[in-house]
T-cell receptor, first 116, second 112 residues
Framework: GAVVSQHPSRVICKSGTSVKIECRSL??????MFWYRQFPKQSLMLMAT?????????EQGVEKDKFLINHASLTLSTLTVTSAHPEDSSFYIC????????????FGDGTRLSIL | SQQGEEDPQALSIQEGENATMNCSYK?????LQWYRQNSGRGLVHLIL?????REKHSGRLRVTLDTSKKSSSLLITASRAADTASYFC????????????FGAGTRLAVHP
């Protein structure tokens, strides 16, 4: 149980393109979803937290107009990287959780984004 | 920002040996969690230890928590080549959405 599906797994596109990444909880309802960014051989950096039906809460330094997050239902959150540039190339990972902080998070398999 | 540090940053051992990874954190926590990440994949939850617990076991995993020292350790006994991965500790910071803050991680390589 507690499967999170993230799609696509890899994206290669030209600079200036907007890219949408989907994160779905397949067998549970996710009260909260999280979006992380990970550079090679580094840890996960939290970008934003979203609850279904409300605006995402962004971490300091993360541009909300650059990284648009929509959490339209209890099983789907999307991250759109708008007008992507090479410096946005990274590994993006979503996670989902039921309840509050004492529950583990369940992670998708990540999306490797490469902007040419 | 990251909550704390993990050491070692990298660990290389032979199959059958035990692997110990340490994690330190900075602020008060509700609980501490350990996750595993295979190369290029998402994270898998391994174990959660609450702030009022001192030790927890799950199969070949043993986790300790010392809140006075703000530190935790993960011990993998009788390691296998399949244990090769990066291991991260993460703390739940009180307030807001109780978000997870990850440590820097330990890259474990287990050689057959």
């Amino acid at each position: 149980g507690a499967v999170v599906s993230q799609h696509p797994s890899r994206v290669i596109c030209k600079s200036g393109t907007s890219v949408k990444i989907e994160c779905r909880s397949l067998d549970f309802q996710a009260t909260t979803m999280f979006w992380y960014r990970q550079f090679p051989k580094q840890s996960l950096m939290l970008m934003a937290t979203s609850n279904e039906g409300s605006k995402a809460t962004y971490e300091q330094g993360v541009e909300k107009d650059k990284f648009l997050i929509n959490h339209a239902s209890l099983t789907l959150s999307t991250l759109t990287v708008t007008s992507a540039h090479p410096e946005d190339s990274s590994f993006y990972i979503c996670s989902a959780r039921t309840g509050w902080g004492n529950q583990p998070q369940h992670f998708g398999d990540g999306t490797r984004l490469s902007i040419l | 920002s990251q909550q704390g540090e993990e050491d070692p940053q990298a660990l290389s051992i032979q199959e059958g040996e035990n692997a110990t990874m340490n994690c330190s954190y900075k602020t008060s926590i509700n609980n501490l969690q350990w996750y595993r990440q295979n190369s290029g994949r998402g994270l898998v939850h391994l174990i959660l230890i609450r702030s009022n617990e001192r030790e927890k076991h799950s199969g070949r995993l043993r986790v300790t928590l010392d809140t006075s020292k703000k530190s935790s350790s993960l011990l993998i006994t009788a390691s296998r080549a399949a244990d090769t991965a990066s291991y991260f500790c993460a703390t739940v910071v009180s307030g807001g959405y109780n978000k997870l803050i990850f440590g820097a991680g330990t890259r474990l390589a287990v050689h057959p």
